[in-house]
């Protein structure tokens, strides 16, 4: 009967790590046009590691010592790459008065008698200046895929820290899945323009970059006003109102708290082929009952 042949489905995605919540998103999963990837945790591993130290005034170890004191109290990817760099150097940090971060772009505080903020180059040139040599360093680390984040000291712009963040090893066979069942895939990511194109060129799928957490939510309303039906893959992280706003929420990886409680779907294992294989399996099993 048609509740068995579901409830068989979802009995073999589950073996398979693929969490499926139920009947209805199973069969859901079948019409999927589009699907919405972040990148930071999802298309890549969601470890990045730092790569380089620019310090435009005083040391390397300085530079690192206050960012890391900004993010002692982040659990963003990127706080983990600085603290990690940190720990790895036996690097001691200063006290933070008034910490505080700002969703998608960055942290600041109170260190050592100065106003410091650490975060993306747009959102510090809100916050302070950016010379043209400093904005070319800058690009010059994105087109080889990292991440950069400034920090400033009253406005200053004190040095930069890249971070990069690899691909997952099936990321680009994983999109390449959904492309031949011919599905759109698209990246939205709060991360830049340059760096997103340098790690998603590789991986044939639409870009989208320099989102906040509620552009990602817009583009997903959009796409499926538009006549799509829209699986969004991501994290939790920053991203729990677009899994929300998509006919399907899939976390990655088992994901945050957050993302598995707005999730309809979880892919346990991470790899983006699953998303594909979780497609095919609501296919397989609509197949059976009709
Ligand atoms: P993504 O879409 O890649 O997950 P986020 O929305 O989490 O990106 O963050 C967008 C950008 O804001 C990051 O690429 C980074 O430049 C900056 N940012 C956010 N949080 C932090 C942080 N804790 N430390 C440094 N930079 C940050
Ligand atoms: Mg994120």
Avoid: C, W, Y
């Avoid at 945050?256 to 779907?265: I, M, Y």
């Amino acid at each position: 009967s048609t509740p068995a042949a579901i409830a068989a489905g979802l009995a073999s995605g589950a073996r398979r790590g693929l969490l499926i919540k139920g009947g209805t998103v199973l069969e859901t999963l079948r019409l999927v046009t589009l699907v919405a990837l972040d990148k930071t945790g999802t298309l890549t591993e969601g470890k990045p590691k730092v790569t380089d130290l620019v310090a435009f005034s005083g040391s390397e170890v300085d530079l690192l010592r206050r960012a890391a004191a900004l993010e002692a109290g982040s659990t963003h990817p990127l706080a983990n790459a600085i603290l990690a760099e940190a720990e790895a150097r036996g690097v001691v940090l200063p006290a933070v008065q008034d910490a505080g971060a700002s969703s998608g772009e960055g942290v600041g505080g109170l260190v050592e008698g100065a106003e410091l903020f650490l975060g993306s180059p747009r959102a510090a040139a809100t916050r302070g200046n950016l010379t043209e040599p400093q904005r070319v360093a800058i690009e010059r680390l994105n087109d080889d895929g990292k991440t950069v984040a400034v920090l400033l000291a009253d406005g200053r712009v004190e040095g930069l820290i890249a971070m990069r963040d690899e691909p997952r090893a099936d990321a680009a066979e994983g999109l390449a899945r959904l492309a031949q069942a011919g599905i759109r895939t698209l990246m939205l990511t709060g991360d830049n323009e340059r760096t997103a194109r340098a790690i998603g060129g590789n991986l044939g799928i639409e870009v989208r970059a320099g989102l906040m957490p509620a552009d990602k939510q817009r583009i997903i309303t959009e796409q499926k006003a538009a006549g799509a039906t829209v699986a969004k893959v991501g994290d939790g992280i920053n991203d729990a109102p677009a899994l929300a706003a998509a006919d399907v929420g899939i976390a990655m990886g088992g994901g945050t708290d957050v993302a598995l409680e707005t999730a309809d779907a979880a892919v346990l294992h991470g790899r983006v082929s699953d998303v594909a294989a979780m497609i095919d399996l609501s296919k397989a099993t609509m197949r059976n009952i009709h």
